[in-house]
């Protein structure tokens, strides 16, 4: 069982920044895929971006150019740099992880959830 606890959710203006962290268990595999995911209120959960691990990542089309993806292996944290911030990117954030290097976009291929963080942002 691989716990992930995230952290850093909070509530902000249209147009500003936060940044959540993932911390993922110290004897966690580093070369495994680590993603954030965002649940809005009624709504499914869809992919914000991917991290392969020691490999590449990926930003779903809605965030790029506002939202970073990063990775610190020495501490087996993953973040998410989020800038200019809309109020339709509220809800509840999950990181999750898998078994497997390679990453995805659905949902149903991790294995691995943390509880989540609240992001509010007010217009």
């Known amino acids: 069982q691989v716990q992930l606890v995230e952290s850093g959710g909070g509530s902000v203006q249209a147009g500003g920044s936060l940044r959540l962290s993932c911390a993922a268990p110290?004897?966690?595999?580093?070369?495994?895929?680590m993603a954030w995911f965002r649940q809005a209120p009624g709504k499914g959960r869809e992919g914000v971006a991917l991290?392969?691990?020691?490999?590449?990542?990926s930003h779903a089309d809605s965030v790029q150019g506002r939202v970073t993806i990063s990775r610190d292996y020495a501490k087996n944290t993953l973040y998410l740099e989020m800038n200019r911030l809309k109020p339709e990117e509220s809800g509840t954030y999950y990181c999750?992880?898998?078994?497997?290097?390679?990453?995805?976009?659905?949902?149903?291929?991790?294995?691995?959830w943390g509880q989540g963080t609240q992001v509010t942002v007010s217009s």
């Open positions: 999750a992880t898998t078994d497997f290097k390679r990453c995805n976009w659905s949902n149903g291929y991790y294995k691995y």
């Open positions: 991290n392969e691990g020691y490999g590449g990542t």
């Open positions: 110290k004897n966690t595999p580093p070369a495994r895929c």
